[in-house]
T-cell receptor, first 114, second 110 residues
């Protein structure tokens, strides 16, 4: 069964550094998403992306964050000037359509900011 | 009132029991309702996906949506130790912004 893959599985970074989290969505999917799950808390929506542009974003997704589809397969989340509170699991998801098809998730990247 | 409320448990049942998991919500615009299963250190895995009110069955799993009460349920029949996981309800208004419950941690004991 096709799946969403994320790399790396664990990223350790010094505070203030930039990180790029990578995702390969399911190949025929057109909508891509990033979510965050801080340890012990809910999964939180960050951003959705379609047709090479952001379609929705949450209040969490501020100027520190950016997303990009650099080629035909990858979807990336960049976090600039990382802070301790950015430590979390980051999940990528994809779906065939925006509403009437469900989102499928990768296994996440655990980001640890030191 | 929180937008999506879900009892975090933990919930422990013997093997073979029927498990009932529930969420309530406040946003009447939600139309799409999902249940995900999440094993430790893994991503959410889609179990059930329903649109609007009604029931949907898939093997041992049944999802129910009651939009009038803003209440959704997931039933697991003949529960197995392999069902031990955290179960997340999620819902959206069809605008990409999916909202999750806190997740219920389930343990099925052999």
């Amino acid at each position: 069964e096709p799946e969403v893959t994320q790399t790396p599985s664990h990223q350790v970074t010094q505070m203030g550094q930039e990180v790029i989290l990578r995702c390969v969505p399911i190949s025929n999917h057109l909508y891509f998403y990033w979510y965050r799950q801080i340890l012990g808390q809910k999964v939180e929506f960050l951003v959705s992306f379609y047709n090479n542009e952001i379609s929705e974003k949450s209040e969490i997704f501020d100027d520190q964050f950016s997303v990009e589809r650099p080629d035909g397969s990858n979807f990336t989340l960049k976090i600039r000037s990382t802070k301790l509170e950015d430590s979390a699991m980051y999940f990528c998801a994809s779906s065939e359509s925006a509403s009437d098809q469900p989102q499928h998730f990768g296994d996440g990247t655990r980001l640890s900011i030191l | 009132q929180k937008e999506v409320e879900q009892d975090p448990g933990p919930l422990s049942v013997p093997e073979g029991a029927i498990v009932s998991l529930n969420c309530t919500y406040s946003n009447s615009a939600f139309q799409y309702f999902m249940w995900y299963r999440q094993y430790s250190r893994k991503g959410p895995e889609l179990l059930m996906y329903t649109y609007s009110s009604g029931n949907k069955e898939d093997g041992r799993f049944t999802a129910q949506v009651d939009k009038s009460s803003k209440y959704i349920s997931l039933f697991i029949r003949d529960s197995q130790p392999s069902d031990s996981a955290t179960y997340l309800c999620a819902m959206s208004a069809g605008n990409n912004d999916m909202r999750f419950g806190a997740g219920t941690r389930l343990t099925v004991k052999p």
